[in-house]
């Protein structure tokens, strides 16, 4: 079956840890994003890429970081400089053309 | 700055009552708006609208795009308690990059 494969689902980290998220898809499509939803509030886009070796900043990206190195994978760094980072955490895809984005099950992040 | 204003922010109906979910929008060159719904995790898509006064339509859900009021509503008729969810609406415009910018939601409550 094609889809999105966030892992883990639950992941608790230490304060001044750095953790990564991981993010497979297997549906041939050449974009990615990263977006963080908190309680109450919309999705809102950290990084994303549009080709292997190619990724931009969105519009929370402080204190992440992304790496693009195959077209099937996109992980997420949440670093020590990110100062609130327990969220939910989403990863989507999509093809370049004018058509929806799917979504991975997510990564619920706390820090203890 | 592209912005979504999705309204009510909640609400909550009896089983077999039908609801209307407003989102307008602001957006630089307008390419799409999406309809997701929300369960637990993963965001499932609904609908995607390009075209002015086209209604789509699945089952009990519908949508229409106004876009020169600049708006969109989801409406769902005969609602039961699997349609609780949070709604999302989101944006795509045509600035280089096929960036979903999102609304903080509607929550809805579907009571037996």
């Known amino acids: 079956d094609g889809g999105i494969t966030q892992s883990p689902k639950y992941l608790f980290r230490k304060e001044g840890q750095n953790v990564t998220l991981s993010c497979e898809q297997n549906l041939n499509h050449d974009a990615m994003y990263w977006y963080r939803q908190d309680p109450g509030q919309g999705l809102r886009l950290i990084y994303y890429s549009q080709i292997v070796n190619d990724f931009q900043k969105g519009d929370i990206a402080e204190g992440y970081s992304v790496s693009r190195e195959k077209k099937e994978s996109f992980p997420l760094t949440v670093t020590s400089a990110q100062k609130n980072p327990t969220a939910f955490y989403l990863c989507a895809s999509s093809t370049m053309m004018n058509t929806e984005a799917f979504f991975g099950q997510g990564t619920r992040l706390t820090v203890v | 700055e592209d912005k979504v204003v999705q309204s009510p922010l909640s609400l909550v109906v009896h089983e077999g009552d039908t609801v209307t979910l407003n989102c307008s929008y602001e957006?630089?060159?307008?390419?799409?708006l999406l309809w997701y719904k929300q369960e637990k995790k993963a965001p499932t898509f609904l609908f995607m609208l390009?075209?002015?006064?086209i209604e789509k339509k699945s089952g009990r859900l519908s949508s229409i795009l106004d876009k020169k009021e600049l708006f969109s509503i989801l409406n769902i008729t005969a609602t039961q308690t699997g349609d609780s969810a949070v709604y999302l609406c989101a944006v795509k415009g045509n600035t280089g990059f096929q960036k979903l910018v999102f609304g903080t939601g509607t929550r809805l409550l579907v009571s037996p």
């Open positions: 390009t075209s002015s006064g």
């Open positions: 957006v630089t060159n307008f390419r799409s």
